[in-house]
């Protein structure tokens, strides 16, 4: 299991992308941080969910 | 009136803030990046605290829509911002240190523009120029702290903006959800309450009171 933003789900084995998807969220306007470390957009492809793994994912909103 | 001294205008600060505590924000150096409803409220009150150096940047010129809640006169329309903000700062304080560039900021010079800043404010009013600067930030710059903003349109209530702490050196202020694109405007009091949060984070790393 993967906590994504507070919430246990089943994301394991998933890449980042992959799980973007699955929000239907643009990788545009996110940021994403795995345990506290910000996952590179370049990476986003490649980098893996794993079980227990902490993440959160940023969507931004426009306003300033 | 001639304007106080560099010591009095010090002293005064000292003696409201604590002598510990000015000699932090004297010796800080923050970066606001975006001086709209945001930007140009976080520099103010930065600048009102004794923030030693300050840096504003912002491509853009002052219009008269932003007059509702950005810190700038009708008779500084048409002006760059960063020029106008920068004559508003000199006269709150006028010995704070302060760089203006008129640029807009991308991934190219962000690295070395806001070298020098200890804290990066995120102020800006687009959504993917905010994840831009954040994700530059946070992938180049790790000894950076980072303060952004995100969700403050509307007249919703004043409480659901909130300071989250999403990593050590990376906070966020906003309620996260109200989003000007919604076609909800942007009103000054919900504007402030957001720079508000900004601006306290701001000078509470700098206090060394990094909890939320």
Known sequence: MVKINGELLEKDGKTVAEMLADMDISGQRVAVEINEEIVPKARYDETILKDGDSVEVVRFVGGG | ?212
């Open chain 2, 1 to 212: 009136m001639a304007i106080p001294s560099e010591q009095e205008m010090y002293r005064a600060l000292e003696e409201r803030h604590g002598a510990e505590l000015q000699r932090k924000l004297k010796s800080a150096s923050v970066a606001v990046c975006g001086l709209g409803g945001l930007g140009s409220n976080i520099a103010i009150a930065l600048a009102r605290a004794g923030v030693g150096r300050l840096h504003i940047i912002d491509f853009d010129r002052v219009d008269i829509s932003n007059l509702n809640r950005q810190q700038y006169f009708p008779e500084q329309l048409g002006q760059p911002k960063a020029v106008a903000l920068y004559d508003t700062l000199h006269r709150i304080a006028p010995y704070c240190n302060i760089r203006k560039d008129t640029v807009k900021l991308d991934e190219t010079n962000i690295p070395s523009l806001l070298s020098e800043a200890d804290i990066i404010v995120e102020a800006f009013d687009k959504a993917d120029q905010k994840a831009m600067l954040v994700n530059c930030v946070l992938e180049n710059m790790p000894g950076k702290y980072l303060v952004s903003g995100s969700g403050m349109a509307g007249i919703g209530p004043s409480n659901t903006i909130s300071t989250r702490r999403i990593a050590k050196r990376f906070y966020i202020c906003g309620d996260g959800v109200s989003d000007v694109d919604d076609g909800m405007g942007l009103v000054s009091s919900r504007v402030l309450i957001c720079a508000g949060h900004q601006a306290h984070t701001v000078i509470r790393i700098i206090a060394g009171e990094f909890d939320i």
